[in-house]
């Protein structure tokens, strides 16, 4: 089985998604990802951002790590995952930059020299390699190797059931807030009390044809939940549900 394929499997049983950040591979990266039937249950994206002005722009890297470290270097590869993570709101966000070759690379920075890294809530990792190939052999092996890293974080972690969608009606209680839609503090479901310890993303999303003002929470456990209020008739509604921790971003 492809690793791509491995880490499909791996990503779906667990409910994680995937985002990507390419420099040098030029979407390789994605491509590779996508390859697989039915990667849109787990990868919701990517960005090429060959120029500076683009990692800044799209992905948040700061200008100063820029002009002090440069594109090519751990501090870019990690700024430019974990940047691609939190604008897609993914679990887990890869990045690959380098210098492919076969011109462009300095004494410091020889060709062949690549930086992938991976972001997820818990934890962000960088590797630095230095390839002999030519061009392409150097953005293949670059690709292999973050899907590589990407696959030992998967199964370093402890199985986790996957995500379900519930979307049923739930009975909530509130906190009003002026100006703004009330905030859940508890929320009955199946005949149990909730009680919400911590709250996340909260925004507009679009259900059955009509707009919900949704927020991600978590209660004891930890469990985390996707709950949404219809705004004209002010009924509430589980959407999804994670039977263990998920980032609130």
Known sequence: MAIEQEIGQLLTERGWTLATAESCSGGLLAQRITSVPGASAYYLGGVVAYANEAKETLLGVQHETLAARGAVSKETAREMARGIRQRLRADIGLSVTGIAGPTGGTPEKPVGLVYVALSAADGEYCQRHIWQGDRQA??????????????????????????????????????????????????????????????????????QGHTW??????????????????????????????????PLV
Not at 175 to 187: C, I, M, S
Not at 215 to 225: N, Y
């Open 138 to 207: 150097n953005n293949e092996q670059s690709v292999t190797a973050v899907l590589q890293m990407v696959k030992s974080h998967l199964a370093r972690k402890q199985k986790r059931k996957a995500m379900k969608f519930i979307n049923e009606a739930v009975g909530v209680e509130v906190r009003p807030r002026e100006g703004k839609p009330a905030l859940p503090l508890a929320f009955t479901w199946r005949s149990r009390r909730y009680q919400i310890d911590a709250w996340g993303r909260e925004e507009e999303e679009r259900y």
């Open 213 to 246: 003002h949704c927020h991600l929470v978590q209660t004891a456990g930890p469990e985390t939940w996707e709950i949404c209020q219809n705004p004209e008739t002010g009924q509430w509604k589980i959407v999804r549900h994670w039977p263990r921790r998920h």
